[in-house]
């Protein structure tokens, strides 16, 4: 499992990524230790989906440093170390859910069994359904699905419960926290303070590019305040029906 004895599950450093004029992500610091549960809170546009794009080697940074288990992104992932669970696409409409999920694990050296990954996502009651027959929040978890299979070390979950009703948010979470339970490290990208309450042990609020607190869900609460955040912090409240 290790790459790097000791080191964190993830170490950023300097990061930074700009598109024309917008500066997406402008100078982020961050070190996951193993077994963290870390929830990147921020409003539309914080520059969430960059960073994680960033930290699983979707995207390439303009500057800055990325370590994953002590290694390069693009090690960790071709390892099976990283789980990744992006906001939209990865799906073939004609394929089913468990054809998808097999897919996916062949291509990995030693992946969990299909039929264990398909019902701890919840997905097993679906597995024979075409994809393009998914709701929106049925698509998400077979999204999660397909990030567990090589059993990975770090899971990273872009806005996961984005179309998800409140019992499918209730049950992908529940999902979420076996999996952590069993000393795995998780960081997802939400908007919604409540979840990041709820599930994450720590909290790294974005904001325009930049971390601008980080710690326990009640540190950040009272880092808002002082920051002069309360519009963004009112946004991310706005959804009550989050979990
Ligand atoms: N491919 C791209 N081309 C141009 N601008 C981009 C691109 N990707 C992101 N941006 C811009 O970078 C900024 C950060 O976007 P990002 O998607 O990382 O934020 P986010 O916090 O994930 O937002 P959301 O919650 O809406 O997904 C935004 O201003 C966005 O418009």
Same mark, same amino acid.
């Given at each position: 499992m290790n790459i790097h004895e000791g080191a964190p599950a993830l170490s950023v450093a300097g990061l930074r990524k700009t598109y024309g004029e917008t500066r %997406? #992500? +402008? @100078?982020? +610091?961050l070190v996951v230790a193993r077994g963290e549960v870390v929830a990147l809170l921020g409003s539309n546009g914080a520059g969430k989906s960059t960073t994680i794009d960033m930290v699983v080697g979707l995207a390439r940074p303009d500057a800055g440093e990325i370590a994953v /288990?002590? %290694?390069?992104a693009h090690e960790a992932v071709r390892r @099976?170390? #990283?789980g990744v669970m992006p906001q939209e696409g990865a799906l073939l409409d004609d394929v089913t859910v468990r054809e998808t999920v097999a897919l996916i694990a062949s291509l990995h050296r030693t992946p969990l069994p299909v039929e264990e990954v398909l019902s701890r996502a919840g997905v097993a009651d679906l597995a024979d359904r075409r !994809? %393009? =027959? =998914?709701?929106? @929040? *049925?698509? *998400? &978890? #077979?999204? /999660? %699905?397909m990030a567990l299979v090589s059993g990975p070390d770090l899971l990273v979950l872009d806005e996961p419960t984005a179309a998800m009703d409140v019992a499918a948010? &209730?049950?992908f979470? *529940?999902?979420?926290?076996? /999996? !952590?339970?069993?000393? &795995?490290?998780v960081l997802f990208s939400t908007h919604y303070l409540e979840e990041a309450e709820a599930y994450a042990d720590r909290v790294v609020l974005m904001h !325009?590019? &930049?971390v601008v607190a980080d710690g326990p869900v009640s540190a950040v609460m009272a880092e808002v305040g002082a920051l002069g955040l309360e519009d963004a912090f009112l946004r991310l409240t706005g959804a009550s029906e989050a979990v």
């Open positions: %997406a #992500v +402008d @100078g982020i +610091d /288990f002590g %290694a390069s @099976g170390m #990283v !994809a %393009a =027959l =998914l709701s929106g @929040g *049925q698509k *998400q &978890r #077979v999204r /999660f %699905a948010r &209730r049950e979470w *529940q999902s979420m926290h076996a /999996f !952590a339970e069993t000393g &795995r490290t !325009a590019g &930049r």
